[in-house]
Each structure stands twice: as structure tokens, then as C-alpha cells.
Nanobody, 129 residues
């Protein structure tokens, strides 16, 4: 069973920063990694995805987080890790954040759920105004 282990999350005041991390076993075939989120009463939405292409990583962001969130990733012999650096957090960023990975990643640039094969359990991010 594929495991995505998320760390980070918690509570922060508006304007603050937070970093989320997600570790995936190296043996999981992964061409894209990213983050989705779901706020209470709202649909799940894509936040950021990094596509690990032969030409180098390519990134997509939701309009609402552009300029404030940064996705990155690294790879070791044992694991792949994605990071989501969140700056200038707003109350509306409050949500459960899910780490995701994909193999074919179809629709990744549009942050579509069709690009995703594996989901983490989620970590709560709460921003107080």
C-alpha cells in the first residue's frame, strides 16, 4: 500500500508562514507530486503540483496562491519528498491539506484530480484573522 506521510500544519495568524512536507517511498512510481486542499463546505481543490519532467521540474499553482505558495521537491535513494512553503497566509487558506502523487499526471497543469493516483490522509492548516 502506498503511503504518503505528511508533516507540518497547525495554526498560524494571518500573514504568517507555514511549511508542509510529504514523504513518499522511493519505489512508488511518481511523475508529479503536489497538494490539494478542502475547506469545510467546499469542494476539494488543487493548490500546487510539480511535474518532474526530463527537462526539469514544472510547476502549476492555483490562482489564489500564486506569489504566496511555493512547491518544491527532492529525491534520495530511499524517498521522494515534496514541500509546500506557504507565506502571507490568509484566513481563506484554512483547510485540510492533502499530499498527492501521480504517475501519468494527466491534467496536472490544470490541477485536476484526474492527475492524481495517491492521496495522503491530510493535515489541517488553520489561519486565524
Amino acid at each position: 500500500q502506498v503511503q504518503l506521510v505528511e508533516t507540518g500544519g497547525g495554526s498560524v495568524q494571518a500573514g504568517g508562514s507555514m511549511n508542509l512536507s510529504c514523504v513518499v517511498s522511493a519505489d512508488v512510481s511518481t511523475n508529479c507530486m503536489g497538494w490539494f486542499r478542502q475547506a469545510p463546505g467546499k469542494e476539494r481543490e488543487g493548490v500546487a503540483i510539480v511535474f518532474i519532467s526530463r527537462d526539469g521540474p514544472k510547476r502549476a499553482y492555483a490562482e489564489s496562491v500564486k506569489g504566496r505558495f511555493t512547491i518544491s521537491h527532492d529525491k534520495t535513494v530511499d524517498a521522494k519528498t515534496s514541500y509546500l512553503q506557504m507565506d502571507d497566509l490568509k484566513f481563506e487558506d484554512t483547510a485540510m491539506y492533502y499530499c498527492v502523487t501521480g504517475y501519468t499526471c494527466r491534467g496536472w497543469a490544470l490541477l485536476r484530480q484526474s492527475a492524481i493516483d495517491n492521496w495522503g490522509r491530510g493535515t489541517q492548516v488553520t489561519v486565524s484573522s
